[in-house]
């Protein structure tokens, strides 16, 4: 575990397929979890197999569906928050989520040898963020509960929602609109990042119920 798979044009020439087949086939084995693709320093291998799709146990299809009550609770509260905190947020605070974005992406996708992330991902550390920004201390409270579970359900499972870059780019639309301090955008970015996710998580349990149903 760990080696660097050949590049694309090495793999396309010896298989004898085109570098977009090529492309495609690493990031759906990036997605099971078993390759990690480092931006600009190429795709090494994470796991032999991804045990969320392919050891169908209780416990894992319990992991996803409270992932799944989770995402629709979050959107709930994290809907809200973006367009309240789009009216209040300074140059300051989006600086801030910016640069926090850019290191989780930087260490996650080119990590200095011996580096131990300071983060872990999957984390809710911009929506929690977002959601202090609004001042409602209900809510900042429920949230951060709901980051709690989520974190234990993905680690439970061995895996993340989708790649790094993907969340990177998600985040960095949400800050985007919250910048230009445009509620209804902010609200559509939030939204269409939550939807992703929810979408991953029952495409999740649609593969294990299929693989379990295949296997009677």
Request: proline share 4%.
């Amino acid at each position: 575990l760990g080696e660097r798979i050949p590049s694309e044009r090495s793999l396309a020439e010896t298989l004898k397929v085109s570098r977009s087949s090529v492309r495609g086939a690493l990031k759906a084995l990036e997605t099971e979890g078993i390759l990690e693709i480092r931006h600009g320093g190429g795709a090494y291998l994470r796991s032999l197999s991804s045990p969320v799709y392919y050891q169908y146990t209780n416990d894992h299809r319990e992991n996803l569906l409270l992932l799944r009550s989770l995402i629709q609770a979050r959107q709930a509260i994290e809907e809200w928050a973006v367009a309240a905190a789009a009216a209040c947020i300074t140059p300051e605070q989006i600086h801030e989520l910016q640069t926090r974005e850019r290191h989780q992406l930087k260490i996650t996708e080119n990590p200095s040898p011996g580096e131990q992330p300071d983060f872990h991902l999957p984390n809710m550390d911009l929506e929690v963020s977002v959601t202090r920004i609004t001042g409602n201390g209900v809510l900042l409270d429920m949230h951060e509960k709901i980051e709690k579970m989520w974190k234990q359900a993905y680690k439970s499972l061995q895996m993340t929602a989708f790649p790094a870059r993907t969340r990177y780019e998600h985040h960095m639309a949400i800050i985007k609109a919250l910048e230009k301090h445009d509620a209804e955008a902010a609200r559509t970015a939030i939204g269409v990042h939550n939807r992703s996710l929810e979408k991953h998580i029952v495409a999740a349990i649609d593969r294990l119920d299929n693989a379990a149903n295949a296997e009677e």
